[in-house]
């Protein structure tokens, strides 16, 4: 079977990828015998080699013993280019990279605007707030410069579920308000990107659990963004990615439709009307 094209300068997961198929490759390993070796499957190595997935501490080490004439490269390029991904916290590094990958987004927010569709205002808002406040210009921009993949030529198809009472929720004040839900309604319009309010009242309970984010990348399958209260987690498991399609699918089946929620939207951001 041949083995898939690399692009390694797409990303630092992408350029550690292509260096272990290199590596892999000068060595005369297939990728059966490099996961033998390092304590994982052939699967595993492949999604590591195009850089579909994030390799854990433990293969990296396996790496550097695997390959010792390369003399610890693997750990030391990699725990440098962890700081590489912009002014984002470490935990939430591998799910910027997932999004810069993704062909379809899917976004389910109960208490906030998704920080992908947030204005500037909105963002700076919700940003200063108290544990959650750092170097808010530095995280403001940081921000605003994860939705440039909205914009490129070739954008993510976009998904995204709020809660009703995401949407009325006020953060910052009036003027604030009225911009990110006249902003929320604008990008409702295009092509690749549908919004859909999920009634307060609706029977989809399973979305009380917190937010969650879904990204399909192509070919290998898609990375699941799970957040807390205190912080998010970027999974691989199939079996987690699983469950949040299926629950995404169950919130999107009570969800009004998209002309309903842009009416909602426009009613809602003349009731922040100054």
């Known amino acids: 079977m041949r083995e898939r094209e690399l692009q390694p300068g797409t990303s630092p997961s992408a350029f550690f990828g292509n260096e272990v198929r290199e590596a892999r490759t000068r060595a ?16 595993y ?43 984002y916290r470490e935990w939430f590094k591998d799910w910027v990279a997932a999004e810069k990958r993704a062909s379809v987004i899917r976004w389910y ?43 490129r030529d070739a954008p993510p198809e976009l998904w995204v579920l709020l809660a009703e009472s995401a ?56 990375v699941v963004y799970l957040e807390t209260g205190l912080r998010g987690m970027t999974a691989v498991d199939p079996t987690m990615v699983t469950s949040a399609g299926r629950m995404f699918e169950h919130l999107r089946a009570e969800a009004l439709a998209k002309r309903p929620t842009y009416d909602l939207l426009a009613e809602e951001g003349e009731r922040w009307k100054v």
């Open 28 to 43: 005369k390993m297939s990728q059966a015998a490099l996961g033998s070796a390092a304590g994982y499957d052939a699967t």
């Open 45 to 87: 190595v492949s999604k590591v080699e195009t850089g579909s997935i994030v390799p854990d501490d433990r293969f990296v080490d396996a790496l550097d013993s695997a390959f010792l004439n390369m003399n610890g490269w693997f750990g030391r390029f990699w725990r440098d280019s962890r700081k590489w991904n912009g002014h």
């Open 109 to 151: 927010e109960p208490l906030l605007i998704p920080g992908l569709v947030q204005t500037e205002g909105y963002a700076r808002a919700v940003l200063s707030w108290g544990p959650l406040s750092g170097n808010v210009d530095d995280d403001v921009q940081a921000r605003m410069e994860r939705q440039e993949i909205l914009n």
């Open 167 to 222: 949407v009325r929720r006020r953060v910052g004040d009036g003027e604030v308000m009225r911009a990110q839900l006249k902003h929320l309604a604008e990008l409702s319009r295009r092509p690749n990107i549908t919004v859909q309010v999920v009634p307060d009242d609706a029977d989809a309970y399973g979305g009380l659990s917190g937010a969650f984010a879904i990204a399909t990348v192509e070919p290998s399958g898609s």
